[in-house]
């Protein structure tokens, strides 16, 4: 039964019966079942008396039949913990309505009608911070992807396209600001000191997009002329204390619009741009149209508080959410398995913006390491899931790295298939076609072969098949000819187990040893189980280059010689390649018997990379970086955590001991005094970072005394957070000193203390776990603000002598954690659970302890729908 549901109808109004209400199990929602809705809903109205406590929603919805669906003699609009107080027909108050469940069903005869609905609304009481809730004070919405029913009672549906008018009205004192998506049209004073507005947006768009904010907040201004010549007002909306922490976040708006009509042609189509800063929000951001609205995290930033890498991040993030006005608000989807549709597009377009801008190497390289250490082992998991999901039983689970990074890695697939300029053909046409629809992925590929000339039908199988392609190559020499046999496997996956072969574009290039040059980079796609490759002209044996700026989201496996590592490590011209072939000569120690002739050869290969005064110091600290421990797992048939922790801090201090000098002399001389200093500032900032934890790793004495000066000398964030990375995995006075320091330094600014927590949860100490859970005991920690939990838990799921803690208190301890947020907030909770959900790559004995934490979070009562899916896809 539903007693919330119940306790919401009116006496008389009809039940459906119980059954219909909750099921035990929740339901999968297919793919294939897609139907339209029988309504159309071109306009809609909403009128808000804002209230922190209680909001109340009078919503006016202009419905007619939808004619490329069925006759229908009801509307079945979706809710989701609503209060209903009346329903309205033509202007006529109606109580033949039924509830079904949590959704409202309202008999309608066919043709157009009007359709009232009052609600009312706890903001106050809302946790999940999906829909309209409270965050210090302001008022804010979430609605992607169903959390417009958590408003009003609506088909909640992305497919569903209408115009919106909202009228706010509040407490002028408490809310002086009245946000929504589109053009404001009127505002003014009312009675009781109170006030109101009232916004348009002429664009039809989905419940997903609306946004609503109201608040006590003030905005930097700034305006942009597009192409077009149209005038855009730009508003970031945040506290005043954080106003002096907004120009890079205005300026990023600004870099975002130029480079979408330089790169794709797209125009920006409203006179208001308006971002606004959220301290409590589930995700990074959201793209309302009109107004999106930002975790803090994404906005705020300067050098005293925010890193390079948060001021990239702010800039990538905010590029996202405004190339989503086209891909994503001007086409949206058809449903959500379509997801990727708007999301793996607008991350390629984001990536791609980074890289237009600081240089392609770096972001490439940094973007590889993610998709290798987050969507590689979900896609060998429990979880795995093709790019357009087949089913699912709660949308919010599927805001995945796959979703969205694999989905990123198709489309760049098309793009170095089709040339830059056949690609932009192919987008134009795909802009032009479905411009002001709800859009399909195969929407986006039809256009993609109509426009830039592409055959893609066996590519499509990218988008129906979970696993990450495993190709093995091979290769022979005879007289002048190479031979490369390269053979493919996708892996079985949940639901997936007999999988055929997709096409798979590699860039190569084949190098002269000898002159240390190739003849050219050539693009190859495999397309069969197996296949060879022939090339001439090379009288010796040439060293192979592949999958150079990792053309194709697979594992390479192949047999090479570690000379020719070596080779590749200090000689190729592709930095991703280069980088790559670093990775391969550290993954070959770290996952082999760890000989010393592998290591030799990493201490060769990083010599060359020290020496060379042709690198940038940002490249050359990125080509010395170790691979991640998620990866490490992820290569490994049987993870053991504890000795891949000694392997790797040994091999850290090994590199440093051998290389004493040399980083000692980087520390010294990279001292570079702020970010005014430009591209070369940063770049020396991150090497001297990582000679600082190269060195700390052969002599933590020196390394400390080192690590407290530059945390103490730091001009900005970037350097100390870095010498504060290291001492934190360090013991004595230097550690204490600094930690302290930067609590009392920075205990007003949430986004910094949020560092403070992870900086000490990501240490590799064994006491780690023990200082987990006296952080969880701190004053400033909280379970209400995901961006703290986060801070603390994420770090420790990912610290692996905090999560594989030997005795199980790890895994005990995340477990907890999502038990007691699944109620709270169902999403954030759901989040944590693949962790525990690896267990089948892990050594017997902690695999067992984590299956018997997913069994205890299974068998612990009533579950969220997410964390009830997560749950038991992990148990299989
Ligand atoms: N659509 C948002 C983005 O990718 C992410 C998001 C999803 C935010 C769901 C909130 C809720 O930009
Ligand atoms: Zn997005």
Known sequence: SNPAAADNAPAGAPVLPDAAHEPDAPAIIRRKDYTPFPWRVPEVRLAFDLGIESTRVEATLSVEPNPQAGAASAIRLDGDGLVLESVAVDGEPRDDWQRDGEALVVPLSSGPHTLTIVTRIAPAENTQLMGLYASGGMLCTQCEAEGFRRITFFPDRPDVLSVYTVRMEADAQAFPVLLSNGNPVEEGQLEGGRHFAEWHDPWPKPSYLFALVAGDLVARRDSF????????????????????????????????????????????????????????????????????????????????????????????????????????????????????????????????????????????????????????????????????????????????????????????????????????????????????????????????????????????????????????????????????????????????????PVPIPLKIALFDREAGTHSGEQLIVLTQESQDFTFDGHAKPPVLSINRNFTAPVAIERDIAREDLVFLAAHDDDAFARHEAMQELLLGYLLGDGDEAAREAIGTAAGAILADDALDHEMRAELLGLPTFAYLAERSEVFDPGAMVDKREGLKTWLGETFAGRFAQLHDSLAEPSRAAGMAGKQARRMRSVALAYLAAADPADGAKRGLAQ????????????????????????????????????????????????????????????????????????????????????????????FHAADGTGYRMIADLILELNLRNPQLAARFVPSLGRFRRIEPKRAAMMRAELERIAGAGKLSRDVAEQVEASLG
Not at 713 to 742: I, S
Not at 753 to 759: N, P, Q, R, V
Not at 791 to 800: D, E, K, R, V
Request: glycine share 8%; net charge negative; aromatic share 10%.
């Open 711 to 802: 945390y103490r000398d730091a001009p900005g964030m970037t350097d100390r957070q870095g010498a504060l990375a290291v001492l934190a995995g360090l013991d004595g006075p230097e550690r204490d000193e600094a930690l302290a320091d930067f609590y009392s330094r920075f205990a007003d600014n949430a986004l910094v203390i949020d560092k403070w927590f992870t900086l000490q949860a990501s240490a590799l100490r064994e006491d780690v776990l023990g200082q987990i859970e006296q952080l969880a005991r701190h004053q400033a920690f909280t379970m209400s603000n995901p961006n703290r939990v986060r801070a603390l838990y994420a770090a420790a799921a990912g610290n692996p002598l905090a």
């Open 225 to 500: 002329t597009t192409m077009g010549g149209r005038e855009v007002e730009l508003g970031v909306w945040v506290r005043e204390a954080d106003l002096s922490r907004t120009e890079h976040a205005m300026e990023s708006i600004k870099r975002s619009m130029k480079w979408d009509e330089e790169t794709y042609g797209r125009e920006y189509d409203l006179d208001r741009f308006n971002i606004v800063a959220v301290g409590d929000f589930n995700m990074g951001a959201m793209e309302n149209k009109g107004l999106n609205i930002f975790n803090t995290k994404y906005v705020l930033a300067d050098e005293e508080t925010a890193t390079d890498a948060d001021f990239d991040a702010i800039e990538g993030v905010i590029g996202h959410e405004y190339f989503h006005n086209w891909s994503g608000n001007r086409i949206t989807c058809r449903d959500w398995f379509q997801l990727s549709l708007k999301e793996g597009f607008t991350v390629l377009r984001d990536q791609t913006f980074s890289e237009d801008l600081h240089g392609a190497a770096v972001k490439r390289i940094g973007d590889v390491r993610m998709l290798r250490s987050v969507q590689f082992p979900e896609d060998s998991g429990p979880f795995a899931h093709p790019i357009r999901p087949d089913s699912y039983k709660e949308i919010s689970n599927f805001y995945t790295a796959t979703i969205y990074n694999k989905g990123a890695e198709v489309i760049r697939m098309m793009r170095s298939m089709a040339g830059l300029e056949a690609f932009r053909k192919g987008s134009d046409l795909y802009f032009e076609r479905h411009d002001g629809e709800a859009a399909t992925c195969e929407d986006f590929v039809k256009a993609m072969e109509d426009g830039a000339g592409l055959d893609l039908t066996q590519f499509r199988r990218w988008y129906e098949q979970a696993g990450t392609p495993q190709v093995t190559v091979e290769q022979h020499h005879e007289g002048d000819r190479v031979t490369l046999t390269l053979a493919q496997v996708v892996p079985a996956t949940p639901g997936q187990p007999d999988k055929l």
